[in-house]
């Protein structure tokens, strides 16, 4: 009943042992100075390489895109080596493995960045009730209100595309097999799409393609630099996470960017859903119209099950199924779906906390005495 799931899929010259890719999901464990990620991180990842893909959580580009606490990057030689510690372990345990590329904008603080420098964002449009996780001297994040942002100057824009390039040319070197540039969730470059919050005069503001203009700069470039077969893009469509407001015609704005984005030819398209409602609607418009738009590989997230994922699979809405949050609890997500076997439920109080607690200390079903009961 569930053979779709569990089908193979080619994506970017790799062929998938199955159709369930891990989400990215921030996990916070940098904690030396270095902001690289330890060893414990390696073994995180490597409990779950039985994903058809697994795609690494939300990584920094430059010490000017850090938005939380203790999150690795991928702009320095100790963080790829921390890294490729990580991607060895994915492989020798067979897995695959995506490294997803990162700038929060406007969402941060000061405190997060040695130069006490201010987050940036397309204008100095703030936010106003958001807040970020710092360290503030202390052994432990604390949540506090996000400083006001700094507009970039149409010259800073262009310099984060070099950041990007960068970022996805040290991860090839950590070992990643692709990289995801991550569009949504309010951040950069969802802020630059947003025309609520970006109003700038130069060629990044005013009319729809040039808010697109900056991702897809960035998308050729890197694309470039380590191929097109390795890149993806997450979007999340009619989302408000960090006080973003839903895009006033979706169907227009995020058909442009997947027919640009076909045009480029990259490997895969990443569309969210932050509540996991409209990608659910048979009758709605916008999923069938970004499925359209872009020929390519379609991951679909948000709110998915085993059934729901089996379901949307065999009507063809989409190509994978990102699991976010399951994946946390059960390392062996995949053998639990595989064989319908209950899920754990994970310990949100650990989610960011640091530690191996809540991290790599779930256990793993055993399979065999489950199937023979």
């Not at 969402?107 to 703030?126: K, Q």
């Not at 604390?142 to 070099?162: H, S």
């Amino acid at each position: 009943m569930f053979k779709k799931l569990f089908s193979r899929h080619s994506l970017g010259g790799k062929l998938l042992p199955n159709r369930v890719v891990m989400a990215p999901m921030n996990r916070n464990r940098a904690t030396d100075w270095q902001l690289a990620p330890p060893a414990m991180t390696a073994r995180y990842y490597a409990q779950r390489a039985s994903a058809g893909l697994i795609i690494a959580e939300g990584t920094p580009v430059s010490p000017q895109a850090r938005g939380c606490a203790r999150t690795p990057g991928i702009y320095s030689g100790a963080q790829v080596a921390g890294w490729r510690k990580v991607t060895k372990d994915v492989h020798h345990a067979g897995g695959r493995i995506y490294l997803q590329l990162w700038h929060v904008g406007r969402v941060g603080h000061s405190s997060l960045r040695a130069d006490r420098s201010p987050p940036v964002g397309p204008t100095g449009i703030g936010l106003h009730s958001d807040r970020v996780p710092i360290l503030n001297g202390g052994a432990e994040p604390v949540m506090v209100p996000c400083d006001a942002p700094r507009g970039l100057t149409t010259e800073e824009v262009r310099l984060i595309v070099t950041d990007f390039v960068r970022a996805a040319r040290n991860a090839v070197a950590a070992g990643f097999d692709g990289v995801e540039i991550h569009a949504a969730n309010g951040y950069l470059f969802d802020q630059f799409r947003c025309p609520y919050v970006n109003d700038r005069a130069d060629e990044y503001g005013g009319s729809l393609s040039n808010r697109w203009r900056f991702l897809l700069e960035t998308v050729q470039a890197v694309a470039a630099a380590i191929g097109s077969a390795r890149v993806g893009v997450r979007i999340s469509p009619l989302g408000s996470a960090h006080e973003m407001q839903p895009d006033p015609d979706p169907l227009v704005s995020y058909g442009y960017l997947a027919t640009r984005l076909k045009l480029l030819r990259i490997a895969h398209l990443h569309v969210y859903d932050q509540e996991g409602s409209w990608i659910h609607d048979r009758q709605g418009d916008l999923l069938p119209h970004l499925r359209a738009c872009f020929p390519g590989t379609m991951i679909l997230c948000g709110g998915f099950d085993r059934e729901r994922a089996e379901a949307a699979l065999r009507a063809g809405r989409g190509d994978l199924i990102a699991f976010g949050k399951h994946f946390i609890a059960n390392p062996d997500l995949v053998d639990r779906l595989r064989i319908g076997a209950p899920l754990a439920p994970w310990n949100s109080t650990t989610i960011y906390k640091g530690g191996a607690k809540g991290y790599v200390d779930y256990p793993a079903l055993d399979v065999a005495a489950v199937t023979a009961a």
